[in-house]
């Protein structure tokens, strides 16, 4: 009986070695086949998922006036999309992993590779990473090596997406639908600002009303004289000579100079009445609209005059056409990916690890 007692110990003794052995090194995360994600990768995926869940927080109480973003540990016990907010996070970081080795193993099947561009790449955004959060990164377990695969994976990410989508690609845009977009989403205008006065300057004597109205008359003779057929940057010259206190002539713009090419995308930097106003302007139209504390004299212009201006647009036209269908497509090979799970790293990491910096 002491023997069997003896031999049992022993035997448990082994195995709990084993398990020690096996479940202590916390290196790694993840693996697939020959793929492995470091922890400082997962730590990275965590970082990202903390961003997007409180930018999702964020938007949910968008319209709530008295909502403040809770601190770090008040933060993880949110509900973020039904969940709480650090198996959000978690879970978000097991779909970068996902989307890691999905993105390598395209990259490679199709014999892709980084060139010389693309390392100094590399080495410059890690540089710049280091010098504005290296506190950050090293404090929450992320060192160089796992930011070198992390700008890795973005340059190959990028060079996927053109490789697929771009001429001769697996899924390739026809010219004839980048043109449409172009056409469809684009809009191409010369404007003339006249600032909208909001206060009385110190010193003048009429009031804010008359102000506003000199400065509805000024838009106003500007109209009227581009619709008789004036050159948009003739009249842009003679308004900056009327606005200037200086003695010396000023030079006169170019047409390049005074126009500008919005796209949809464009809305959140200039605002929906800006964007909207010259997208929907028709080559040649002349008109006026206000926006962001100016009446705009617009005077359309055609996205295709300037055969270049389509040319320099061609690829931001691709991702607005088919950054969706990518993002899908990345997510269902990540999804086809199985994943082996070092439970002890799981353990080991969690979202209230990371150390952000104080506020």
């Not at 709480?84 to 999905?102: C, G, P, T, V, Y």
């Not at 053109?162 to 205008?189: H, M, Q």
């Not at 990916?337 to 104080?358: H, W």
Request: glycine content about 6%; overall charge negative.
């Amino acid at each position: 009986m002491k023997a069997m007692k003896r031999g049992t110990a022993f035997l448990l003794a082994v195995l709990m070695m084993i398990s020690a052995g096996c479940g202590g090194d916390t290196s790694w995360v993840f693996r697939s086949g020959e793929d492995v994600i470091s922890a400082g990768m997962y730590i990275i995926g965590q970082i990202n998922g903390f961003s997007e869940a409180m930018a999702k927080l964020a938007e949910e109480n968008e319209n709530n006036t008295e909502f403040v973003m809770p601190d770090q540990k008040a933060f993880l016990k949110t509900t973020v999309d039904g969940k709480q907010a650090d198996i959000w996070i978690n879970d978000a970081a097991k779909d970068f992993s996902r989307e890691l080795i999905a993105v390598n193993r395209r990259f490679a099947s199709l014999s892709l590779t980084l060139d010389e561009s693309d390392n100094a790449f590399i080495e410059n955004s890690i540089s710049s990473a280091k010098s504005q959060n290296g506190d950050f990164y090293s404090k929450s377990g992320v060192s160089d090596e796992s930011l070198r695969q992390l700008y890795a994976f973005a340059r190959k990410r990028s060079k996927l997406f053109r490789t697929l989508y771009e001429e001769g690609g697996e899924f390739a845009v026809p010219e004839s639908g980048l043109k449409d977009y172009f056409n469809e989403n684009y809009g191409y205008a010369e404007l003339l600002p006249v600032s909208i006065p909001y206060l009385v300057p110190e010193g003048e004597t009429r009031s804010l009303a008359e102000l506003r109205e000199e400065a509805k008359a000024n838009a106003d003779r500007f109209q009227k004289r581009a619709e008789e057929g004036e050159a948009m940057e003739i009249l842009m010259h003679e308004w900056n000579t009327e606005l200037s206190s200086s003695e010396e002539p000023l030079p006169t713009p170019t047409k390049e100079e005074i126009s500008v090419l919005v796209s949809g995308n464009d809305r959140q930097e200039y605002g929906e009445e800006f964007v909207d106003a010259i997208i929907n302007v028709n080559p040649g139209e002349v008109g006026q609209f206000e926006s962001m504390g100016y009446i705009f004299v617009y005077k359309g212009r055609d996205v295709f005059e300037d055969p270049e201006l389509f040319e320099s647009q061609r690829y931001m036209i691709l991702i607005e056409m088919k950054t969706d269908a990518y993002e899908a497509k990345l997510k269902e090979w990540g999804n086809e990916i199985v994943l082996e799970e070092n439970v002890t790293a799981l353990n080991r990491y969690k979202p209230g690890n990371i150390k952000f910096p104080e506020a």
